[in-house]
Structures are given as structure tokens and as C-alpha cells.
């Protein structure tokens, strides 16, 4: 019983050493791979920036009401709603979507409801200032203009960056260009290079007061301007000088 315990274990150690063998070499390669840093390689980073005009206006209408109950309060915001945006119909240009809509108890001193107030809203999108203002001032007899907001749309957002992308580009291969003469090399080959987009946000939206207009009263239309977005772009990577 011993000899064959004895043979089995022979066995199994000489088969297990070629395999030690095979793995070492593979063992070594990697950690002398993990441990090369290639000469030679230079980061760079290159941006471009532009300052673009905002080409959509965002215009949120509400209406704020209190009853005694919440389902009549309910009916009441509908239907300032459903008028607002059937006035906002056939008007060329502009887009008119529901907005935010909440009901919310108000209580007494002692913790009892007294009261439901309501609050709903309808949003007007445009990139014709002047005939988004219009519409705002037709609805403002049955809601009022609780803010405006300045944005840049998805194709000249996209136009820009197209634009500033080949500056950006052409910067950083200018650097590189210069940095590898500089360093007495003759020239460079790009290992990993990323490209990225970023814009500033609109600009905070203009607050109106609920005072600075009734909702029973039409409002004339409001003079629209809008800002400019930053828009850059940024390229990094880094390249074998050679």
C-alpha cells in the first residue's frame, strides 16, 4: 500500500513540473511587461472655446388657485390648461407642452387641512423670440409668465462643436509637433487621443413676480433677447516622440 502511495505521488510531481515551467516564463514576461515604461511619450491636452448665441427661448406660463376641496380645485387648473394650450394651437413655430402640475393641502394651527392650493404649468418652446413672446402675452389672460430661460439648440450646439473640434485638434498636433522638435526629436506618432464636448448651461432663468400681472388682464409681449453659451471642446492624449 505504501510503494503504490509512493508512485502515485512520483507521478503527480513530475507532471506538475513541466507545468511550473510552462506557467514561470509567462509569470515573468508580466511582471517585466507591467514594470516597462516606454521613453519618449509625451501628454498633451488643447482646447477650443466659442461663445454661441442661445437660439431657443423656453417660456413657463402658471396658474395657482385654492379651494376648499381638491377635486374642484383639479377641474379649475385643467381647465387653465387645456385653454392656455389650445390657444398655443396653429401658432407656427412654437411648441406647447403641459408642465408641472401639484395639489397640496394647507393646514390651520391646529394640523387640520383648511384649504387645497394647486399650482399648474404650461411651457412654451421656440426659436422665434418674437412670436413665442406674442403667444405668452395671448395666454397671459387665462395664465401668467413665471420665467424665461435661454438655450442653445441640438444643431447649432452640434455645429459649433464640429467646428471647434478641428481647432482643437489642430492645436494639439501643433503642440506636439513643437514639443517633440524641442526635445530634439524629428517627429511623433499619437498613441490614445480623446475627444470631448462641453457647454455652459442656460443662464438662470428670468423670475417674474406673480404681482406683475393679473391673470384676468392680457400682458403685452415681452422684449426677448438672449445670451451667448460657451461651448469648448477638449483634446488629450499623449504621443510617442520619434
Known amino acids: 500500500m505504501k510503494k503504490r502511495t509512493a508512485v502515485t505521488l512520483a507521478a503527480a510531481l513530475s507532471a506538475a513540473i513541466p507545468l511550473a515551467l510552462t506557467l514561470a516564463p509567462s509569470a515573468a514576461f508580466a511582471q517585466s511587461d507591467a514594470r516597462y515604461q516606454p521613453s519618449g511619450v509625451l501628454s498633451l491636452s488643447a482646447q477650443a472655446s466659442a461663445e454661441v448665441p442661445q437660439d431657443v427661448v423656453t417660456i413657463?406660463?402658471?396658474?395657482?388657485?385654492?379651494?376648499?376641496?381638491?377635486?374642484?380645485?383639479?377641474?379649475?387648473?385643467?381647465?387653465?390648461?387645456?385653454?392656455?394650450?389650445?390657444?398655443?394651437?396653429?401658432?407656427?413655430?412654437?411648441?406647447?407642452?403641459?408642465?408641472?402640475?401639484?395639489?397640496?393641502?394647507?393646514?390651520?394651527?391646529?394640523?387640520?387641512?383648511?384649504?387645497?392650493?394647486?399650482?399648474?404649468?404650461?411651457?412654451?418652446?421656440?426659436?422665434?423670440f418674437a412670436a413665442a413672446s406674442k403667444l405668452a402675452g395671448d395666454i397671459s389672460s387665462v395664465m401668467q409668465v413665471g420665467n424665461v430661460a435661454f438655450s442653445l439648440s441640438p444643431e447649432a450646439q452640434r455645429a459649433a462643436e464640429q467646428k471647434l473640434s478641428s481647432e482643437a485638434i489642430a492645436s494639439f498636433r501643433d503642440q506636439a509637433s513643437a514639443n517633440a522638435r524641442a526635445f530634439g526629436y524629428s517627429g511623433y506618432a499619437i498613441r490614445d487621443v480623446n475627444v470631448g464636448h462641453s457647454g455652459v448651461p442656460p443662464r438662470p432663468m428670468m423670475m417674474m413676480s406673480a404681482r406683475a400681472a393679473s391673470a384676468d388682464a392680457k400682458m403685452a409681449p415681452m422684449p426677448l433677447e438672449g445670451g451667448t453659451s460657451t461651448v469648448t471642446v477638449n483634446v488629450s492624449g499623449s504621443v510617442q516622440m520619434k
Open 60 to 128: 413657463t406660463l402658471f396658474y395657482e388657485q385654492e379651494a376648499s376641496d381638491p377635486a374642484s380645485l383639479t377641474s379649475t387648473l385643467n381647465q387653465r390648461a387645456d385653454s392656455a394650450l389650445q390657444k398655443a394651437k396653429g401658432v407656427n413655430g412654437v411648441t406647447a407642452r403641459s408642465g408641472q402640475f401639484s395639489i397640496y393641502p394647507s393646514t390651520d394651527r391646529d394640523g387640520r387641512i383648511s384649504a387645497w392650493r394647486g399650482r399648474t404649468e404650461v411651457v412654451l418652446e421656440s426659436r422665434n
